[in-house]
C-alpha cells in the first residue's frame, strides 16, 4: 500500500468516498480510451496498436461526493522482453492495492482466452470486482445477454456494466456505481490534480503516441521517448527528447527520407501539446539506437521503466 493511500486511510472523513480503482484487461480492449473518457481528459495515450500502456497511469477523479484514483494499467499478455515481464507484474501488482476493479473486455470481440487468463489473475477475496463491457456501439444488444452469462461462468462480478468509451455512451454508469460502493475516505490528490505523473510525462508519452500512430510494423514496440529538458520560456515551452530505437534500420525510418518522419512526429506532438496545455511549444527531437533496450534493465531502469 502506498503512503498516499496510509495517510488517506488514517485521516478518514464522514459522508465523502475515495479509493483506487485499478483498471485491467488483455491489450487493445480500451482501457486507457476509458479512463481519458471516466475523467473527461487525456492521462493516457491511446493507439490502435496493442500494449500502448507500459506504465500504471494514475488518473484523479474529483467530485463533490468524493474523489477516484484510478489507476490505468498495461494490458496483461505473455510476455516476450524483460521489458513485457515488467508490464505485466506491474499490471497485475495493482491488484493487491486497490479497492476496487475494473475488469474491461471487448464486447465486439467477445470473451477470449487472453481475457479468461486475466480474470483468473483476479483473487476471488477482492468484493468490489467490476465487468466493463466495451465497445457496445458495435454490437446487436442481444449480444450483451449472452456476454454476459458467459461472463457469469468465469468470476462473481458485482456489476456488469456495459459502455463505449470512445462514444462516451454509459461511462456515467460506471462513476455512479464506484462512488456508491467505495468506502468512506478524504482525497488523496488535491482538487484540480488530474494525474499524478509530471508534464514531462505527459510529453514523452504524447510524442510516443505519434510514433504509434504514424509507423509501422515492428517500430512502435521498439521505441522508447524520454524529454531531457522542459523549459519555460516567456513565450514558449522548449522541450528536448531522445527518442531510442534497437536498430540502426529503425532510426532510419523515424528520421524519414529528407527528415520528413521525424518532423511529422514532431509537428503532431507539438500541436497536441499545445491544445493541452494552452502554450507555444517548441520540440526537439533527436533519434539514438540502444540495441535490445527491452531485454536490458539497467537500460530499462535509466528510460523509466521500473519493476513495481
Known sequence: MTEAMHRGREAAGEGFKSGFVSIIGRPNVGKSTLLNALLNAKVAIVSPKPQTTRNRIRGVLTEARGQIVFIDTPGIHKPRTVLGERMVGSALGTLREVDAVLTVIDAEAGIQEAD???IAHIPKSLKRVYLIL??????????????????????????????????????????DVLFRDLPEGPPYYPPEMKSDHPETFLAQ???????????????????????????????VIVVRANIYVERDSQKGILIGKGGRMLGEIGRKARLELEALFGAKFYLELWVKVKEDWRNRPGILQALGYREE
Do not use: C, M
Open 116 to 118: 479468461r487468463i486475466v
Open 134 to 175: 466495451n465497445k457496445i456501439d458495435r454490437i446487436h444488444p442481444d449480444r450483451l445477454l449472452v456476454l454476459i452469462d458467459e461472463a457469469r461462468t468465469l468470476f462473481d462480478f458485482a456489476e456488469y456494466i456495459p459502455v463505449s468509451a470512445t462514444e462516451g455512451i454509459n461511462v456515467h454508469a460506471i462513476r
Open 205 to 235: 508519452e504524447i510524442i510516443r503516441e505519434k510514433i504509434l500512430h504514424l509507423t509501422q510494423e515492428e517500430v512502435p514496440h521498439s521505441v522508447a521517448v524520454v524529454v531531457e529538458s522542459w523549459e519555460e520560456k516567456p513565450n
